[in-house]
């Protein structure tokens, strides 16, 4: 093994320890498709004061004409209550 190798391995390790380790804190609440949705629902947790976080997962090679982007919506386990109650709300 080269030392250029082991010291990606090392990197990638701690990048993983350190994703694992940030994410205890956020619950996942709705995935959604679409900006039309992805708005929706974070509209509903901003006016409802709920800090909330993003992820869109990585989709290489998918282009189309209509928004299929992938949203994975997280609230801080202690707001995921609030969170909950905010996205049941009618408009």
Known sequence: MTISLIILVVLFAIGMIFSMNSNRKW?????????????????????????????????????????????DIYVKKEEEHKA????????
């Not at 709920?50 to 290489?60: A, L």
């Not at 909950?84 to 408009?91: F, K, P, V």
């Open 27 to 71: 619950k996942l609440v709705r995935t959604v498709h679409g900006h039309e949705s992805y708005y929706m629902v974070v509209g509903k947790l901003k006016s409802n004061g709920v800090s909330y976080k993003t992820k869109t997962p990585i989709n290489f090679g998918h282009r189309s004409f209509s928004d299929n982007t992938q949203y």
């Open 84 to 91: 909950i109650t905010a996205l049941r709300e009618q408009q």
